[in-house]
């Protein structure tokens, strides 16, 4: 039989999970044979080079865990929750999309939305994963696929930044803001700094060869759960004081506490703040920790071509 859709292989990849498997990798043989896949259709790769077992089993575990029926103490690997064993039990034929929008936190991921440009850059915000719809035309409905593939892209990266060592994270951090265009563009004018003594500062990036302007960094790697508050924020513009500096950014994998981003607001030095989603999203758009593993190019009619006039 072919390889059955994502929505299908919701349930028996809970219950492999509830048996101890740790990864996706490791569910892949459980559901051969649940479903008597031959080898051909196990093997079977799609456009992105993955198998399509592989692929969906991903997103299955991907929606899993967006619904909190799985968690992920560290990188590429997975436990059932609390939740999703009575989830199993209240459900012993199928788990599909219909049964997640039941959960509160699957449905908070579907309807958050993601501010225009210039919104509110401190705001933590997720593209909804909106379900295909049939009546839509092709382009939007490449949008949509788009975006959803880009909502659980973030997740993921968060993920892989929170496997980092520190100094390695304030090295990424680095490296995100050379790709930006800080410094030129130019990785010998990003500096990390040592991790003892350093006064709160983690990275300089020196904006001119002369070192006349720079941007002082400072990155922590904490918890969803863990926001930084305003002292963190006030040792920060300490630094920069005792520095002379004028500009800074703070980066963090989790998010600010409302006072931080008030107090942020009334100093007079610059400071960016960035959070878990954003950076994530610009490590995304600048290629930092990711690659584009395919490309698809939309065409159409170039009417000033065609013109007589």
Do not use: C
């Amino acid at each position: 039989m072919p390889v059955p859709d994502y929505e299908t292989l919701m349930r028996p990849v809970l219950a492999a999970f509830a048996n101890g498997a740790t990864n996706v990798s490791e569910i892949l043989p459980s559901l051969i044979e649940e479903f008597g896949l031959v080898d051909e259709d196990a093997t079977k790769l799609n456009a992105s080079g993955q198998t399509t077992l592989y692929n969906r089993a991903h997103w299955a575990r991907t929606y899993l865990s967006k619904a909190g029926l799985l968690q992920s103490p560290k990188r590429n690997h997975h436990q059932i929750t609390d939740l999703g064993r009575k989830m199993l039990k209240a459900h012993p034929v199928r788990i599909d999309n219909k049964t997640l929008s039941q959960i509160e936190s699957f449905q908070d991921w579907k309807d958050a939305t993601r501010g225009p440009e210039g919104d509110d850059p401190h705001r933590q915000s997720v593209m909804p994963p909106v379900a295909t719809d049939d009546s839509e035309t092709p382009d939007i409905r490449a949008e949509t696929a788009f975006r959803e593939i880009e909502s659980a892209l973030v997740g993921e990266v968060i993920e892989a930044v929170m496997s980092l060592s520190p100094a390695r994270f304030e090295k990424l951090v680095v490296d995100l803001l050379i790709a930006m265009g800080y410094g030129g563009g130019d990785l010998e004018r990003g500096l990390q700094t040592n991790l003892s003594g350093d006064g709160g500062i983690d990275g300089v990036i020196n904006e001119d060869e002369l070192g006349l302007d720079a941007v002082y960094v400072q990155a922590k790697r904490y918890a969803p759960d863990n926001k930084v508050g305003r002292p963190a924020l006030n040792r920060f513009v300490g630094s920069l004081t005792g520095e002379g500096a004028g500009k800074g950014v703070f980066v963090t994998t989790s998010d600010f506490s409302k006072d931080a981003v008030d107090y942020v607001k009334r100093v007079q030095h610059r400071i960016v703040l960035i959070n878990g989603d954003r950076l994530a999203r610009l490590m995304i758009k600048h290629e930092v920790g990711v690659r584009a593993r395919k490309t698809y190019v939309l065409r159409s009619v170039d009417e000033d071509y065609f013109s007589e006039t």
